[in-house]
């Protein structure tokens, strides 16, 4: 007997061997990447969440601190720019913006040459925060790939940069 057959098998596992009990003309296979992504996904999410709320921050906030501070100073951009980048729509942008606004993070101003375009800038204050709010998330992120291993995470990362390309062709 090998070692893959004495281990317990994980939540995934039982789940893809009741449906091949109940349905056998059924190959569940897929299961075993996509529901193992997802869940990981899940727990990944969580994990890096606590890490923004010890900034006071959302996932969505974090977003859109961490996209001004990588466009480099000034750490501004347009709003539409700004919603490309954090893959959210315009409404969805506003809201975010209206709540970092009211921190005192981000600050709204009109584009010098078009006064109808709206520009989003850090403040000193979300510069401040978000250097330490990102400095945390990778350390978080680092902590979490040394879990893995970093065999593993070098293994694993061409795979899922090839799977997205191609999700994303789509």
């Given at each position: 007997?090998?070692?893959?057959?004495?281990?317990?098998?994980?939540?995934?596992?039982?789940?893809?061997?009741?449906?091949?009990?109940?349905?056998?003309?059924?190959?569940?296979?897929p299961q075993g990447v996509i529901a193992r992504l997802h869940r990981i996904a899940l727990e990944l999410t969580d994990r890096l969440v606590a890490v923004y709320g010890e900034y006071g921050l959302n996932e969505g906030e974090f977003d859109v601190l961490a996209t001004l501070r990588r466009a480099g100073a000034p750490y501004e951009r347009a709003a539409?720019?700004?919603?490309?980048?954090?893959?959210?729509?315009?409404?969805?942008?506003?809201?975010?913006?209206?709540?970092?606004?009211?921190?005192?993070?981000?600050?709204?101003?009109?584009?010098?040459?078009?006064?109808?375009?709206?520009?989003?800038?850090?403040?000193?204050a979300g510069l401040d925060l978000i250097d330490r709010a990102f400095t945390a998330h990778l350390a978080n992120e680092h902590r979490l790939i040394a879990e893995l291993g970093s065999a593993d995470a070098a293994a694993l990362e061409p795979i899922l940069s090839r799977w997205l390309q191609v999700l994303d062709a789509r």
């Amino acid at each position: 007997m090998d070692a893959s057959a004495r281990e317990p098998l994980d939540r995934v596992a039982e789940i893809q061997q009741a449906w091949r009990r109940e349905r056998p003309d059924l190959d569940p296979s897929p299961q075993g990447v996509i529901a193992r992504l997802h869940r990981i996904a899940l727990e990944l999410t969580d994990r890096l969440v606590a890490v923004y709320g010890e900034y006071g921050l959302n996932e969505g906030e974090f977003d859109v601190l961490a996209t001004l501070r990588r466009a480099g100073a000034p750490y501004e951009r347009a709003a539409g720019e700004l919603a490309d980048h954090t893959l959210v729509t315009t409404g969805g942008l506003t809201k975010r913006v209206d709540r970092l606004a009211a921190r005192g993070l981000v600050e709204r101003r009109a584009e010098a040459s078009d006064a109808r375009r709206r520009l989003v800038r850090l403040t000193p204050a979300g510069l401040d925060l978000i250097d330490r709010a990102f400095t945390a998330h990778l350390a978080n992120e680092h902590r979490l790939i040394a879990e893995l291993g970093s065999a593993d995470a070098a293994a694993l990362e061409p795979i899922l940069s090839r799977w997205l390309q191609v999700l994303d062709a789509r």
